[in-house]
């Protein structure tokens, strides 16, 4: 009779344990659900754009001009690059994932305007709906408060 109780606990803590085990699970997959790779935001190659306007790509002020822009080697997908046609200009700027209401059916720069000031807000590729958007820097916050917002979109073509 006391064997039969030890079994009948052993079995009720076994049980226990698989249900929380298949609870640790299910958590899992709708975490990776929820929050999907970094990967999906990669620019593969580089976009060019024909930018009508000066702008700010993260904390540099850039003029107006013919620029390729490219997700940095090594920045684990969160640092792109953009340089000007003739290699003159270029800056460095952070990004992170952002993603389409719909796919594109081109690439696009998309600009957050502030009265007569463009700050590069996000950049999609063709056909993907998993792009990049750049984090509002201090100096966009700022000038933000005090202008309504806009936006401006510039068609970018795919290369590479």
């Known amino acids: 009779?006391?064997?039969?109780?030890?079994?009948?606990?052993?079995?009720?803590?076994?049980?226990t344990r698989v249900r929380h085990l298949l609870s640790l699970l299910i958590a899992l997959v709708f975490a990776l659900t929820v929050y999907p790779t970094k990967a999906h935001a990669q620019i593969i190659g580089s976009l060019e754009?024909?930018?009508?306007?000066?702008?700010?790509?993260?904390?540099?002020?850039?003029?107006?001009?013919?620029?390729?822009?490219?997700?940095?080697?090594?920045?684990?997908?969160?640092?792109?690059?953009?340089?000007?046609?003739?290699?003159?200009?270029?800056?460095?700027f952070e990004v992170q994932q952002a993603e389409a209401n719909s796919t594109p059916a081109k690439s696009e720069l998309i600009f957050n305007k502030y009265g007569n000031r463009y700050f590069l807000a996000k950049l999609f590729d063709e056909g993907n709906p998993s792009g990049s958007e750049?984090?509002?820097?201090?100096y966009e916050k700022r000038v933000s408060q005090a202008t309504a917002e806009a936006q401006a979109h510039v068609p970018a073509r795919h290369r590479g």
């Open 1 to 15: 009779m006391f064997t039969k109780t030890i079994d009948k606990a052993h079995a009720s803590h076994k049980g």
């Open 49 to 92: 754009a024909n930018i009508p306007f000066a702008f700010h790509a993260g904390n540099t002020k850039l003029p107006a001009g013919k620029y390729t822009i490219r997700m940095l080697d090594d920045s684990d997908l969160t640092v792109m690059e953009i340089t000007s046609a003739d290699g003159s200009v270029s800056a460095l």
């Open 134 to 138: 750049v984090p509002k820097s201090r």
